[in-house]
């Protein structure tokens, strides 16, 4: 999906809907070493990944919903997801 398709999504959501949340599940700190090596390695193989460029840091992802008509959004990683699990859960599952 390119840049162009999702925010006419995310502007179509935000005016259909008076109340929605957004759970987007996408790469984040592309222009950290690690996100510049996963790039690298998809453009060796011909594979570009549609849309990075959105994709740059958290507060990147933030400014989008905003730019696209969403009244607030928020943004956190999956660390912060896994730490904020309750701890029986996290070690039942190790």
């Known amino acids: 999906m390119t840049p162009q398709q999702s925010a006419s999504l995310l502007k179509w959501a935000a005016s259909?809907?008076?109340?929605?949340?957004?759970?987007?599940y996408e790469q984040v700190n592309m222009a950290d070493r690690f996100g510049q090596i996963m790039i690298e390695n998809l453009q060796r193989r011909q594979c570009n990944l549609a849309g990075v460029e959105v994709c740059w840091s958290l507060e990147s992802q933030k400014e989008r919903l905003l730019l696209n008509g969403w009244e607030?959004?928020?943004?956190?990683?999956?660390?912060k997801?896994?730490?904020?699990?309750?701890?029986a859960d996290v070690k039942r599952y190790w």
């Open 16 to 24: 259909t809907f008076q109340t929605a949340m957004f759970i987007n």
């Open 81 to 87: 997801v896994y730490s904020s699990l309750p701890q």
């Open 72 to 79: 607030t959004a928020n943004a956190i990683d999956m660390m």
